[in-house]
């Protein structure tokens, strides 16, 4: 089955840069998504990643993909305190249409 | 822009209560789904819907039905609301197999 794993807490310093992983355990996950929820809000899509790619850039985001041991990373650079929220990743075998598998969050505090 | 919108941000009832939770998007979306979310567990699947009239049941279905009567608006339905039930609910949408798209989410606490 599907199971997605995330730390609940994470603390950077603002300029610093943050990493958000994640662990999935179906390898037939073909899109891998992160989200960002800002506090009272809904989910917005950062980015995603297709699985046959090692690695994405989109400005100060990089998103790492090792297939092999399952693992998905978000890094953030020069972290600011705007992007205190939390971080969901999620998987889905078919495209982001049909069913999200979504790991349990990390909570990012950007310390001055 | 894709807009989804939810009736309530936040929403109090008492247990016994039917509560009904509204849904609408404005991109003529195929898929609509509703999650619940709590601190820890990330957030579930409770039902979704390929189309009109039609409803799927996601991780977490019971104690919940939808309905799907029009294109643009899914609906959630407690029968009989629970204090375990007290919650954050999603609703998102998607076209086909593209990007899921999030309302602001409505706060529900059961009393």
């Known amino acids: ?112 | 822009d894709v807009k989804v919108t939810q009736s309530s941000r936040y929403l109090v009832k008492r247990t016994g209560e039917k509560v009904f939770l509204e849904c609408v998007q404005d991109m003529d979306h195929e898929n609509m789904f509703w999650y619940r979310q709590d601190p820890g567990l990330g957030l579930r699947l409770i039902y979704f819907s390929y189309d009109v009239k039609m409803k799927e049941k996601g991780d977490i279905p019971e104690g919940y039905s939808v309905s799907r009567e029009k294109k643009e608006r899914f609906s959630l339905i407690l029968e009989s609301a629970s204090t375990n039930q007290t919650s954050m609910y999603l609703c998102a949408s998607s076209f086909l197999t593209d990007t899921q798209y999030f309302g602001p989410g409505t706060r529900l606490t059961v009393l």
């Not at chain 1, 997605?4 to 899109?31: M, P």
């Not at chain 1, 971080?87 to 310390?111: D, H, M, P």
Request: proline share 1%.
């Open chain 1, 1 to 112: 089955g599907e199971d997605v794993e995330q730390s609940l807490f994470l603390s950077v310093r603002e300029g610093d840069s943050s990493v958000i992983n994640c662990t999935y355990t179906d390898s037939s996950s073909t899109y891998l998504y992160w989200y960002k929820q800002e506090p009272g809000a809904g989910l917005q899509l950062l980015t995603y990643i297709f699985s046959n790619m090692d690695m994405k850039q989109d400005q100060r985001l990089t998103v790492l993909l090792n297939k092999k041991d399952k693992h998905l990373s978000l890094r953030i650079a020069d972290t600011q305190t705007g992007d205190s929220a939390i971080y969901f990743c999620a998987e889905s075998i078919r495209g982001g249409g049909n069913k999200l598998t979504f790991g349990t969050g990390t909570q990012l505090k950007v310390e001055l």
